[in-house]
């Protein structure tokens, strides 16, 4: 559905702004999204009932670990990244991180 014409305006483009609401950046054709068009824990009466949860732990867990650790790109990255559309946005070539331990 991230990549259907009928619910994004040129789909292939990386525009996150579309998804700010209030942002004055990008022209109409582009901010006037469907509303429904991601929601990836659903909406209403179907929506899933562990959704707080799993964002909560989620903001969690990423504090937690970059307070713990510190991730810096390694210099074989190339420093411009391509990326690909699948479920999520990945970057097309692989990423080296290295992760070191906070003193």
Known sequence: MG??????KSPEV???????????????EYKNTHPYATLPFGFGLRSCVGQRFA????????????RCFEAVLSQETNQTMEFVDR??????????????PRK
């Open 14 to 28: 990386f525009l996150p702004e579309r998804f700010v609401r209030g942002d004055g950046s990008l022209s109409d």
């Open 87 to 100: 479920i999520f946005t990945a970057p097309k070539n692989e990423v080296s991180l290295l992760i070191k």
């Open 55 to 66: 964002e909560t732990e989620m903001l969690v867990i990423t504090a937690k670990f970059f």
């Open 3 to 8: 990549k259907d014409p009928r619910f994004f």
